[in-house]
């Protein structure tokens, strides 16, 4: 050996690459629980591209004996569609093809209700059907029908069937399902089953990772995008910690013979996983062993959490091994390490596999069973400081030791300063190996915030200035610690806003009195005109439009009867409103000369500019006689009986009571 040295466990690399990187991890995060009785989710009735192929994967956790549906596409009225499914424990793929069977591959002899993790794939070739748990062929039945139409109307439901008012419900858990329109083979199935795949993977037709955190939608991550709803579920309990064998990266073995097997798989930089020295049991057919980039659920249990920066990850096909090694290679001299394992992703407790270890030269051997590793070194330089900062400002990280530290930076010192996100290191020799420490340091986004342009406040008015909301907290320039404020003065105005990180930002808005222009309409203008005539108002305004009380949008209005009217003048966005009265005064044009002989032409004694129907008329001859008189004159005096010659008028207005007298001189 030279300057590597192994160790038998699943490791958390703590020394890996020379700049900080930022970890994307995936893993298996959450899952969907079902009750068994009423709850399950839907999807829509797409086809999804299925013609006669399919293949249907979906991880399970159960212990029900019952008739329970996983996946489901199926019309068993139109004779087409499939079912991933479970009766009596054991896993089966069914449907049907157009030919008028109903097709099964067969139930599995390996028993899947047994509480824990296992994949499932339904496999339909288009003349045979096969059933695969755990990555191993566990049925098939052979057709030869080479017309089968798989495309089904039906929605895509997952945890339930129903059919003539029967219905079968889901008991258990599930996650990472997957829908393909061609039939994959065992080892497409192998190679993907304990890891994340790309959304855009080429025939990929669903693609259900169960990650969301909250609502009741179920994303599809596939090219479709037909997402999901859940039917009677509580969308917080619904969702549980996910302990499927899943990883960002994996490898597996499924060996005619055990003897001298190995499978291996890198870590971080520079470092190397493997699983040998297998003890198989008579079921064990295969194992997997993955990698996950990133902090586990949990880091309860370990001595130095905060170092926890990945995971790893054995998976024993179909049963569990009787013993098998797991062991690492690192380019580091790491003093002592400390060795945690788990269960699997569901389990919170980490427990101490073995003491330390000095220079990584003993192995460990397991029991055979599932379990996840994490592994640290002991002899550590404790870094201090947080582990996240907000974008544009900083953090400094400490250790307090007497040895002579050097950072993954190529800084050395106490002390570095950090401004971007990533995994952060530190060594220092001490004596023959390294003692070291690891954090991961993220960047928190800052909120975005903007108040918008500039408000202009009209004379009179008030504006409210309103943040977006959303944000933990607010405080506005003025006290204020509301998510909006209503002002009624210019000045400069700003907010900082909190998001739930504690990340804060600022928006500052400038609030401008807006300039008055010049109006020639003075308010509250009297116009008096005489009866009979209008009255023309004029609020021609530069840069201005407008609304009057009548609804007219012109600079001026001709006012036809008496009133008040008003009109907005608006310049800028600001409504500057003028009041005008218009009222009517007795300016009286009376004849005094008509020609009553029928001609229609002056043959009456008109008078204009009195109110009509609102005048007193009395008719005099030269003699002093009254010959005519009307208390609401109609101005229809005058006939070709009145013999000419001058007459005396008296006109008295009802209105204003003023009189009005004079000669009229009747000519014929």
Not at 90 to 112: C, H, N
Not at 540 to 563: I, K, N, V
Request: charged content about 15%.
């Amino acid at each position: 050996m030279t300057n590597s040295s192994y160790k038998t466990i699943i490791l958390l690399l703590l020394l890996s690459c020379l700049f900080p990187f930022i970890l994307f991890a995936q893993g298996p995060k959450n899952a969907l629980t079902f009750n068994g009785f009423n709850n399950y989710v839907s999807f829509s009735h797409d086809s999804r591209g299925i013609t006669n192929q399919v293949t249907t994967e979906a991880w399970i956790k159960t212990t029900s004996l019952n008739n329970q549906h996983f996946v489901v596409k199926y019309d068993r009225d139109r004779e087409s569609g499939f079912q991933l499914h479970t009766l009596n424990g054991k896993a089966g793929f069914s449907g049907r093809d157009g030919s008028g069977q109903y097709r099964l591959s067969g139930y599995s002899d390996v028993f899947v209700a047994d509480g824990e993790w296992h994949h499932l794939a339904g496999v339909c070739t288009g003349t045979s059907w096969l059933i695969y748990v755990d990555g191993v062929l566990q049925g098939e039945s052979v057709t030869n029908y080479t017309q089968t139409d798989l495309r089904s109307d039906e929605p895509l439901l997952v945890g339930t069937y129903f059919y003539l008012g029967q219905t079968w419900y889901y008991n258990g858990e599930v996650d990472e399902i997957r829908v393909w329109n061609r039939a994959l083979t065992a080892e497409e199935i192998r190679k993907n089953m304990c890891k994340t795949i790309p959304d855009n993977s080429t025939n990929l037709v669903a693609y259900f990772k169960l990650d969301e955190t909250s609502g009741s939608t179920v994303q599809d991550h596939s090219s479709y995008r037909l997402h999901g709803v859940f039917q009677d579920m509580d969308a917080a309990s619904a969702r549980v910690t996910s302990g499927a064998a899943i990883g960002d990266r994996s490898v597996y073995l499924y060996p005619s013979t055990w003897q001298n097997q190995k499978v291996e798989i890198a870590g971080g930089n520079g470092n190397k996983v493997w699983v040998d020295q297998i003890v198989a049991s008579p079921f064990d057919q295969g194992i997997h062993l993955y990698y996950v980039g990133g902090r586990p659920n949990s880091t309860v249990g370990i001595s130095n959490p905060q170092s926890v920066t990945e995971y790893y990850g054995v998976f024993p096909a179909i049963g569990n091994t009787n013993s098998y090694v797991i062991q690492y290679e690192s380019p580091q001299q790491l003093c002592e390490v400390e060795i945690f394992s788990r269960k699997d992703n569901a389990t919170s407790a980490w427990n101490l596999l073995n003491p330390a270890v000095a220079n990584q030269t003993t192995s460990t051997q397991t029991d055979g069973a599932r379990k996840e590793f994490v592994v640290q070194n002991k002899t550590e330089l404790p870094i201090v400081g947080a582990t996240s900062f907000c974008t544009g400002s900083s953090i400094e990280l400490e250790v307090n030791t007497d040895l002579d530290p050097t950072w993954s930076t190529g800084h050395k010192g106490k002390k570095i300063t950090i401004t971007e996100a990533g995994k952060y290191w530190v060594t220092a020799p001490h004596g023959t190996c390294l003692a070291t420490d690891t954090i991961t340091v993220q960047e928190l986004p800052v909120p975005a915030i903007n108040l918008g342009s500039n408000i202009i406040l009209c004379p009179g008015t008030s504006a409210t200035i309103q943040a977006p909301a959303g944000f933990s907290s607010y405080l506005w320039s003025n006290g204020s610690q509301s998510s909006s404020i209503t002002v009624n003065t210019a000045g400069t105005y700003s907010v900082e806003v909190t998001n739930a990180s504690g990340c804060t930002s600022q928006s500052i808005i400038q609030v401008e009195e807006a300039t008055v222009p010049t109006i020639i309409l003075p308010d509250n203008q009297h116009y008096s005109v005489c009866y009979g005539e209008n009255a023309l108002i004029n609020a021609t305004t530069a840069g201005a439009t407008y609304q009057w009380s009548d609804g007219s949008t012109f600079p001026t209005l001709t006012a036809a009867a008496t009133g008040e009217y008003w009109v907005d003048i608006i310049v800028n966005g600001c409504a500057y409103r003028r009041t005008v009265q218009v009222t009517y005064e007795e300016c009286p044009q009376i004849p005094n000369i008509i020609t009553p002989n029928g001609d229609g032409l002056n043959d009456t004694f008109i008078l204009i500019g009195l109110p009509p129907n609102n005048v007193r008329v009395e008719i005099y001859n030269r003699w002093g006689k009254l010959i005519y008189k009307s208390g609401n004159y109609q101005n229809n005096w005058g006939s070709p009986d009145i013999a000419a010659g001058s007459y005396y008028y008296y006109i008295k207005s009802s209105s204003s009571s003023k009189e009005f007298k004079g000669w009229l001189e009747v000519m014929k």
